[in-house]
């Protein structure tokens, strides 16, 4: 039996519906919406829990951050209330002493308690003679309003406005035996003191711990590594977008948006904040959503591909035909880019840079107007390779390359010659003045911060200018001349900008023959040692020597350090120089002990280059075994000002060389304001005070008061202190009358070549050359 025409239409519509161009979209779109569906359910419950945790973490930080405040804002309230007890039944001056004895009062070394008269002047402190300084009269009429505690606003550290850091002062009304207003008790303690509980593990870079006056001023603000105080804000609007709950909102100080929680301090005026930015709390469920995606995204790809491939079939080949063209094109586009631009930066590379220049100058001479080429170095950009890597120096050169572009007008042009060398190009530059505008602008733009490997860093770039026709006709000779100024702002101190000077460009050739001599020094033996003895302040015993290096040039003579030291350092020609000194230096002493001489510690100068040379420690080492020296016989004298640029990477260094058995000393102190704090970090051994503050000791009094300042801190961390540039008997008595230890300079004796410094020791030995005298002259060492 035929089946009926109408049930083979039914049973033939699958087939026909199978084989119609609608099934595999169809199909596609309904498994990619499943897939979809699933990955945007999965992401959003990973960010809301994200926004849980975050919300919770904000809460924990807040509530600990208030009991921690709260503690300390009750123990200075308690201080305030015992020292005004102390002194309305007191003695009125000695009650702070007497406290203190007792130890009733903070012993943290950041509180300072002072007593304040009604005038405002400070009549006794603790740990700070002059207290926390004079009170002006509004923080008086605020004390002296209420019987309570008055919270101060931030204020600097020290009378230096240049100083870091800030304090808060914490007072209270004292009355007099009527009940009259007598002054007022202060309590002083560092700002940041109230955000030192700032865990960056768990606040990250960018959370924020701050402390909040009812006033809108911030008392103390961190985030990250960085302490603010003083900022206002609206303290109302401020309250009603952080209940105590906790909200998240762009925190209106600095813009990020964090989950943050504000919570009011009870029986005080203030407020603490604490939150974490969302940047950071969410980057892992952000991680996770993004891995959902990719998989997701290759799973959609999978799917299309197959669903997709039936339909594709008939195009493929026509598609790679396509495909073949268009990348043959590209690639040629590709070679002819890479021949004329840098592949780093994108800029134009010598190649096109020397055209456009052929061109420029073709063209300016044809219409009779100026052109100039600016030859831009950035400066210490090698320290940022050694010290970062060079994936960081290559991310410097990106960045400094868009910033070079924003400084030019349309028509200029940059490029970038190799390394941190750019050489600019104004093609029609009708003035000096617009020549300098531009350096200038290049200058400050690279002057700015750049965030290398999640860190601020600063360079700067040193410029010269050479200017078609004046300083150059030709291609070549404008370049030549562009860099030869280059180096002249180089020798001007780095960051600056000079046009091209024939003058100054002979005075370079000049310092590149010295520098070439000097390359030469160490093979021809023409360096030498003198050394220079200290002697024991009050027996004149000679107490050790300092080794000062000394070239004699076969043609010019006698070069001073000053001419040939920074040229040194600059090079990097100090590193072997100084593996020279130390090794020469370390055998001389070795040779005066085998001759019977006293065995007595001889010092050695550490530049910058050679203190953060990664091969020190070895070097060091090996000299100490070769020449057979007894480590606690070798002294290593860094400058104070080199120290305190890197305080953390300075006291590792100098860990690593105390566990040699060396002696460490400081050297210029004096002239970098060490703290005392500071000071404390690093293992040191000696102290030597700065030549200068024995010139201006006698008639200066704040050298004075600086002098005696740094003997008395070295009395307290039991090092040795050494005064230099000793010329005079006057000095000399006034240095051993406040305790300095040691003696040098030329009121000892002059620096003598190793044959005459051995006679000094022999009669050292025989007892004939002890003592101190006063110089015959007093020519500077």
């Avoid at 596609?28 to 919406?33: A, E, I, Q």
């Avoid at 850091?165 to 209270?172: I, K």
């Avoid at 420690?617 to 400058?639: R, W």
Wanted: proline residues 4%; charged residues 25%.
């Amino acid at each position: 039996m035929k089946p009926s025409p109408l049930r083979s239409t039914v049973a033939g519509a699958p087939h026909r519906l199978a084989e119609s161009a609608l099934l595999f979209p169809l199909l596609t779109l309904m498994v990619l919406g499943i897939i979809w569906v699933g990955v945007l359910r999965l992401t959003a419950n990973e960010m809301a829990a994200a926004d849980r945790a975050a919300a919770l973490l904000a809460r924990e930080l807040s509530e600990t951050c208030e009991a921690q405040v709260l503690g300390a804002l009750h123990e200075i309230d308690q201080t305030l209330k015992l020292v005004k007890y102390a002194h309305e039944t007191g003695s009125r001056l000695r009650e702070l002493d007497s406290l203190e004895a007792r130890a009733l009062l903070p012993q943290d070394p950041r509180f300072t308690v002072s007593l304040i008269d009604r005038d405002g002047r400070v009549l006794a402190g603790t740990r700070d003679p002059s207290g926390a300084g004079r009170v002006d009269a509004a923080e008086l009429r605020a004390a002296r309003a209420i019987d309570a505690m008055v919270v101060g606003l931030p204020r600097p550290a020290s009378d230096d406005p240049a100083a870091p850091g800030a304090t808060l002062r914490f007072s209270r009304r004292l009355d007099a035996g009527d009940g009259s207003f007598d002054g007022i008790a202060t309590v002083t303690v560092d700002a940041a003191y109230f955000t030192a509980g700032y865990d960056a593990a768990r606040l990250g870079e960018h959370g924020v711990l701050a402390l909040l006056g009812r006033d809108g001023v911030f008392r103390a603000r961190r985030s990250g590594a960085v302490v603010t105080t003083g900022d206002r804000t609206d303290y109302a609007a401020l309250r009603a977008r952080l209940p105590d709950d906790g909200a998240a909102l762009s925190t209106p100080w600095d813009g990020v948006r964090r989950h943050a929680r504000m919570r009011e301090l009870p029986g005080f005026p203030l407020a603490v904040i604490a939150g974490v930015a969302d940047d950071e709390q969410f980057a892992a469920a952000r991680a996770k959503r993004r891995t959902f995606v990719l998989r997701a995204s290759a799973a959609s790809a999978v799917v299309i591909c197959v669903f997709g491939l039936l339909g594709r079939l008939s195009h493929a080949l026509a598609r790679s035909r396509r495909r073949a063209v268009e990348e043959h094109i590209a690639h040629a586009r590709r070679v002819e880019y890479l021949a004329y631009h840098d592949s780093l930066t994108g800029l134009p590379n010598r190649s096109l840079f020397s055209k456009l220049l052929g061109q420029g100058i073709a063209e300016a001479r044809e219409h009779e107007r100026q052109l100039a080429v600016l030859f831009l170095d950035l400066d210490h950009f090698k320290q940022i390779n050694d010290t970062l890597g060079h994936d960081a120096g290559d991310d410097l050169l990106k960045e400094v390359a868009l910033r070079l572009r924003a400084c030019l007008g349309e028509g200029d042009t940059v490029a970038r010659l190799g390394g941190d060398e750019f050489v600019v190009l104004l093609p029609a530059t009708a003035s000096d003045a617009r020549i300098t505008d531009v350096a200038e602008a290049i200058l400050t733009a690279v002057a700015r911060p750049f965030m290398l490997i999640g860190q601020e860093f600063r360079i700067s770039a040193s410029v010269g200018a050479a200017r078609y026709p004046l300083d150059g006709l030709d291609e070549q000779s404008l370049t030549k001349h562009a860099d030869s100024a280059m180096y002249q702002a180089k020798e001007d101190g780095k960051n600056n900008f000079q046009f091209y000077s024939e003058t100054r460009s002979a005075n370079a050739l000049q310092r590149l023959s010295l520098e070439a001599s000097l390359r030469r020094a160490l093979e021809r033996d023409e360096f030498a040692l003198h050394y220079q003895a200290k002697r024991d302040a009050v027996t004149g015993q000679l107490t050790g020597m300092e080794a000062l290096l000394r070239w004699e040039h076969p043609d010019l003579g006698s070069i001073g350090p000053m001419q040939f030291l920074p040229v040194a350092e600059e090079s990097g020609l100090i590193v072997p120089i100084g593996r020279w000194v130390l090794r020469t230096a370390c055998a001389q002493g070795m040779a005066w002990q085998k001759q019977g001489l006293p065995a007595l510690p001889v010092a050695i100068n550490l530049t910058a280059r050679q203190f953060f040379d990664p091969r020190l420690i070895g070097e060091l080492s090996a000299a100490l075994t070769v020449t057979g020296l007894a480590p606690e016989l070798l002294e290593l004298e860094v400058a104070e000002s080199l120290l305190m640029n890197d305080v953390e990477r300075s006291v590792g260094i100098l860990t690593h060389l105390r566990l040699l058995g060396v002696r460490i000393a400081i050297d210029d102190f004096g002239v970098g304001y060490s703290s005392l704090s500071a000071l404390r970090q690093f293992p040191i051994d000696s102290i030597k005070i700065d030549r200068s503050f024995m010139r201006d000791a006698g008639s200066v009094p704040e050298a004075r008061a600086l002098t005696e300042a740094i003997i008395g801190m070295g009395r307290t961390l039991s090092m040795s202190v050494v005064a230099q540039g000793i010329e005079t008997e006057a000095q000399a008595d006034y240095l051993r009358a406040n305790g300095c230890n040691e003696f040098q300079g030329y009121y000892v004796s002059r620096p003598l070549a190793a044959g005459e410094f051995e006679q000094v020791l022999r009669g050292d030995l025989a007892g004939q050359g002890g003592g101190l005298a006063a110089p015959a002259s007093s020519a500077v060492a």
